[in-house]
């Protein structure tokens, strides 16, 4: 790969890129990230991402490491440098790097990380042949609002999918599910009503779910926000996960029982082409 990436100022062919071993991103997880998706060349959902990561630094109180039209600058230019058409973009912000102490320190510079990833996100297979999930308990910490980069639960839980022949799993606390390993989860009930888990600190607050719901609503679709359980989704129509990385993906099998007919639905269908053709509008 010969990525040209940013790091603290610079665009660098990604083997000169590096962060010093005292960050605390690496020595505390003490980061916060974004991923942006593109698609023909421009960046879906970008306010929305600006938002969440102004208010993932404000959390934490760590300080803005540029301006927002600095960050688009950013990302544009990574677009053009990269010739990315259709993949994301990942950013990642750490307090900086200092002695290593638990104590925040007073005055380090923030670090700033960003990288394209090309990957075809609007055919990709798995549209046509749905996720199997497994479902495990939520062992994560209790601020999931906050986008931080200590991504070590999700990604055992995302192992044992693997391991168990699935593609992901959704996470289960009290009974209730509260999301995928890197997505939001939403059943389809046979009332036609979409049902997701509403926004508290259980959760991280998708911007393709906000866009999601928004545009859905538009369209006359009735949205619940609640929690649901297993049974419920062992029952439903249809079942979706949505994030930057997947956009409004169909969800077939929890663990190892179909869901509905066990094939892609025409509901999860038809947000997917929803979402895609308006947040394409809104593209910048
Ligand atoms: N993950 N929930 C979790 C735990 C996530 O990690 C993500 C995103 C989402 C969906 O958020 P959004 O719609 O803003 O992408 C929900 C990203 C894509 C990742 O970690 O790669």
């Known amino acids: 790969m010969n990525r040209i990436v940013y790091v603290n100022g610079k665009y660098l062919p990604e083997e000169e890129a590096s962060v010093s071993i005292f960050d605390r991103g690496f020595l505390f997880a003490d980061g ?8 023909e060349g421009k960046l879906i959902d ?4 600006l938002r969440r990561l ?3 630094l404000n959390e934490l109180g760590m300080a803005k490491p540029c301006s927002d039209e600095e960050l688009l600058e950013i990302h544009r230019q990574l677009v053009a440098q990269n010739n990315l058409e259709e993949g994301m973009i990942y950013l990642q912000v750490t307090r900086g790097a200092a002695d290593r102490d638990f104590v925040f320190p007073k005055n380090a510079t923030p670090t700033i ?12 297979p798995k549209i046509n042949l749905g996720y199997k999930v497994i479902t495990v308990p939520d062992l994560r910490w209790k601020r999931r609002d906050i986008k931080t980069v200590q991504l070590l639960y999700p990604s055992m839980a995302k192992m044992e999918a693997t391991k168990a022949g699935a593609d992901d799993a ?21 009332t036609g009503d979409i ?8 959760i991280l607050h998708g911007i393709t779910r906000a866009s999601l719901l928004e545009f859905a609503s538009a369209e006359g679709v009735r949205v619940v926000q609640r929690p649901f359980t297993v049974d419920e989704a062992l029952e439903a ?32 269908s038809t947000l997917r082409e ?10 910048i």
């Open 54 to 56: 102004a208010r993932s």
């Open 274 to 283: 929803i979402y895609l053709t308006k947040a394409m509008e809104k593209a």
């Open 237 to 268: 129509e249809e079942a979706f996960i949505t994030a930057a990385s997947l956009f409004v993906a169909p969800v077939v099998e929890i663990d190892g029982k179909p869901i509905g007919s066990g094939k892609p639905g025409p509901v999860v």
């Open 46 to 49: 970008f306010p929305g991402h």
């Open 195 to 202: 049902v997701t888990r509403n926004l508290s600190n259980d």
């Open 170 to 190: 959704w996470l289960v606390e009290d009974g209730y599910i509260t999301e995928g390993t890197s997505n939001n989860a939403y059943i389809v009930q046979s």
């Open 113 to 124: 990380v960003l990288f394209t990833q090309a990957k075809k996100l609007r055919n990709s």
């Open 32 to 39: 916060v990230y974004e991923v942006t998706s593109v698609l």
